[in-house]
């Protein structure tokens, strides 16, 4: 796509040698051209030209190409081709707009100006557009006064980042609390509550000026490169991630054994140690499906081993049966990987020769010094550096059954200047080294195990990382209260900017004296709504349930079978996720965008369509305020107390949950806990209906497919089971239908129904032209029955009330 797109930009060049000229009086100077299948035009000023590109009828992309300067067309996050759309040009003396029944551009020719709008609706518009400093090439913008900004990657400064000045500079924060202005993953994207994004597809450093004069600006400063940026709109905030993921890459849907219970710390120190984690786990029969092995797989001590990347035999002395051993139990093994390889390491003569490291200006290998030794990096944009690294990967994927990769230190965490790689430098190529990382690891799955859905845990990336599988974390938090409390914030952000996998170390990872139990397992319950289920921290204080008291242990448990018995629901919103772009994780305002009072909050989520969710982030609270999103009632997950929407209301806190609440009119499928997904399935199910007499129709969904076939939806290896009802005052009526890919096996299903806050027992349940029995819990108001489902066949469930 990229050679074709420099084909028909040459082709345009030409054609516009030929084309009109218009001179103005301040010697503005305008050629223009149109190609309604290509879907772009030029215009050319004095001191550079604009090449203006629809995608479609949502998105625009505007490159400023300086004067002297050659356009390049390269972009490390778009995938997205251009639509078949109707393509418009429309000029006058005075104006050019161009664009389509959505999205247009709209160019005053004197003084020169810019702005996008959405049927006919006002977005955002250049304000000093290009300007060229000493140090910076900057692109400059208006804001409205009133609009909230989120966006610029993973930070804590508020989900609302008006009023900073913000570095693109990925950077570990270790250690951090409740504010962070740079930290691990930062991204040149901006999103505003009138529904439209700002994409800066530029990799080098800079910055994000977001407003921080207080002068309703924005602007993108950076050292060098495209001067290239997306405007996307969206009817709605689904939409508008459904849009940005289009442009730069939907996340595939993981392997199912992912959204289970991991076991991690820094770090098991031998075979023995890890052996007796995992016995632990079924001893206590507390739920586990991987284990991740940090540094000490190849190495006695934290510093100066780096880049051995090969078991060591004393502490390891069978890797391979260990592995082996623990599949038989449903339980998968995955590996730590950096990027560097330290002089004093066993690889390290090995990289040299085979010149898999980045340079200095001699074209020698870069060394320098950092917290764990001396030290080379490999250079992924050299195909013998990505060759090299490869190799390992599949060596250890093939040959030892590792099921995961953990890379980190990704940022890169210590890259000087003046190193160089293949591309460019390092601060040419140091915000997509991570994704770039991720994107190796991706591209080698697809070619050497191309049945084998890949888990990609890592820090630091960039806008696009999630058509990689990556999978992010939020960095080196700390044990503490202030640790815990951005935690939604900073997964909400990111979920917003296309990484709906961001999630945190549960329990914290840096510092803490002692341990604090009610933080543990208040973090923990937390965990239960988040995407990835993963307690890890330093060793001093055990991040696994296993070694803890007897109540924090039972507590936690109780968690963990939670996340466990929500497997099939939360499967689903990730399959959402791989389909829309839409994050597990949504803002309040989500599902109210013009209430300004939602905007900036973070504490209060939604997780996926249906539950409401409030951790408790303080120690020693009894009771908060939540808000409930107006048009519905919401009922207490755990006790069924109603709450009506569209208000605040005070929420009592149980020592044994957080606050969720479930949306009127939902369907969630739900299963016994399982040790292990292996031993998942959905010929056994429960489906709770959640009655309410004010929603007359609803509907919901479990997917279904095997969990690890990658693409498995597009392979017609899939089902997807369809819930809906109809309510009026005398009946309720609930049909079950099945879409089944044309290579799933359907099967016979027993589906135990449980219809929640049915006041008075039903006259009659029928099934089809049959009457069956049921039972109503006369405390907890639910009726209970079970349904015998072959999904070949739709059935339709009436309830007589």
Not at 268 to 277: A, L, N, R
Not at 294 to 299: A, E, H, S, T, V
Not at 401 to 413: M, N, R, T, V
Not at 746 to 764: A, G, W
Request: proline share 5%; net charge neutral.
């Amino acid at each position: 796509m990229k050679l074709r797109f420099l084909s028909i930009l040459f082709f345009g060049l030409l054609m516009f040698t030929t084309s009109s000229c218009k001179q103005t009086s301040n010697n503005f100077i305008t050629n223009i051209d149109t190609y309604s299948k290509d879907k772009f035009i030029k215009i050319t000023r004095e001191d550079g030209a604009y090449i203006i590109k629809l995608y479609s009828d949502k998105i625009v992309e505007t490159s400023f190409i300086p004067k002297g300067e050659v356009f390049n067309p390269i972009s490390h996050a778009v995938v997205l081709n251009t639509k078949d759309i109707n393509a418009k040009v429309t000029e006058t003396d005075t104006t050019i707009i161009y664009g389509s029944d959505g999205i247009q551009v709209h160019i005053t020719k004197v003084p020169f100006h810019i702005s996008y709008t959405y049927k006919e609706k006002e977005l955002i518009s250049e304000n000093k557009g290009y300007v060229k400093t000493d140090s910076t090439e900057i692109l400059n913008f208006k804001l409205d006064k009133e609009e909230v900004i989120y966006g610029a990657g993973a930070r804590v400064v508020g989900m609302d980042r008006r009023g900073n000045r913000l570095q693109l500079y990925n950077k570990a924060h270790y250690g951090y609390e409740n504010h962070s202005e740079l930290m691990n993953y930062t991204m040149p994207l901006v999103l505003s509550s009138k529904m439209y994004a700002v994409h800066f597809d530029n990799a080098p450093i800079g910055f994000l000026d977001i407003d921080s004069k207080k002068d309703n600006t924005l602007s993108y400063e950076t050292i060098n490169g495209r001067k290239t940026y997306q405007v996307i709109v969206g009817d709605h905030w689904k939409d508008l991630m459904d849009e940005y993921t289009d442009l730069t890459g939907k996340q595939p849907l993981p392997p199912r054994w992912v959204f289970g219970n991991f076991a991690s710390r820094f770090g098991y120190h031998s075979e023995k140690e890890t052996k007796d984690i995992v016995a632990r786990f079924k001893k206590d029969s507390i739920p586990l499906d991987a284990i991740i092995l940090d540094i000490y797989w190849f190495g006695k001590e934290i510093k100066g081993h780096m880049g051995n990347l090969e078991f060591l035999k004393d502490s390891f002395p069978n890797p391979k049966e260990m592995i082996n051993d623990f599949k038989k139990e449903g339980i998968k093994t995955i590996l730590i990987t950096e990027p560097f390889v330290l002089s004093t390491s066993k690889k390290w003569e090995e990289a040299v020769a085979k010149k898999i490291l980045a340079k200095d200006s001699l074209g020698n290998p870069f060394r320098y010094d950092f917290y764990f030794g001396n030290t080379g990096i490999i250079d992924i944009y050299d195909q013998k550096g990505k060759d090299w690294f490869w190799n390992i990967y599949k060596t250890y994927t093939q040959h030892y059954g590792i099921s995961g990769w953990w890379g980190d230190l990704g940022e890169p965490e210590v890259h000087p200047s003046d190193l160089v790689h293949a591309i460019g430098s390092a601060d040419e190529v140091h915000n997509i080294y991570g994704h770039d990382w991720a994107r190796l690891l991706h591209q080698g799955y697809q070619k050497d195990f191309p049945e084998q859905r890949p888990f990609i845990l890592m820090r630091a990336g960039y806008s696009g990382s999630q058509r990689f599988g990556m999978i992010p974390w939020s960095g080196d938090v700390n044990r503490s209260w202030g640790g815990l409390q951005p935690q939604t914030e900073i997964a909400l952000s990111m979920g917003m900017q296309g990484l709906g996998y961001m999630h945190s170390d549960l329990g914290g990872f840096a510092g803490g004296e002692t341990f604090d139990a009610e933080l543990y397992t208040r973090w923990l319950q937390y965990g239960v709504f988040q995407p990835i289920y993963r307690p890890h921290g330093q060793e001093h204080i055990a991040p696994e349930p296993v070694f803890h008291d007897k109540k924090t242990k039972s507590l936690v448990k109780k968690s963990i079978e939670l996340r466990y018995k929500l497997l099939p629901y939360t499967y689903t919103i990730a399959f959402d996720n791989n389909q829309t772009g839409v994050p597990l994780m949504r803002p309040l305002f989500f599902e109210e965008p013009e209430n300004r009072k939602l905007k900036r909050i973070s504490d209060t989520y939604l997780w996926g369509d249906n539950f409401l969710v409030s951790p408790i982030i303080k120690p020693g609270v009894i009771s908060k305020e939540v808000y409930f999103p107006r048009g519905v009632t919401w009922y207490d997950f755990f006790t069924g107390k109603r709450y009506r929407g569209g208000n605040y209301s005070t929420v009592v806190s149980r020592e044994d949950h957080i606050p969720v609440f479930v949306k009127g009119g939902s369907f969630i499928p739900m299963i016994a806990p399982v040790q292990h997904t292996g031993l998942y399935t959905t010929k056994e199910f429960e489906l709770h209906y959640y009655h309410d007499a004010t929603v007359k129709t609803s509907k919901g969904k479990l997917y279904d497919d095997d969990g690890k076939t990658p693409n498995a939806y597009e392979k017609g290896k899939y089902e997807i089971l369809t819930f809906s009802s109809t309510v009026n005052p005398k009946k309720l009526s609930i049909d079950l239908v099945a879409d089944t890919g044309r290579l799933y096996t359907t099967s016979h299903r027993k589906i135990f129904v449980n219809i929640h806050h049915i006041e008075t027992p039903p006259y009659s349940i029928t099934i089809g032209t049959n009457t069956i029995s049921f039972d109503w819990n006369r405390e907890t108001k639910i009726v209970s029955f079970n349904v015998d489902w072959n999904s070949e066949n739709a059935k339709r469930i009436e309830v007589i009330l």
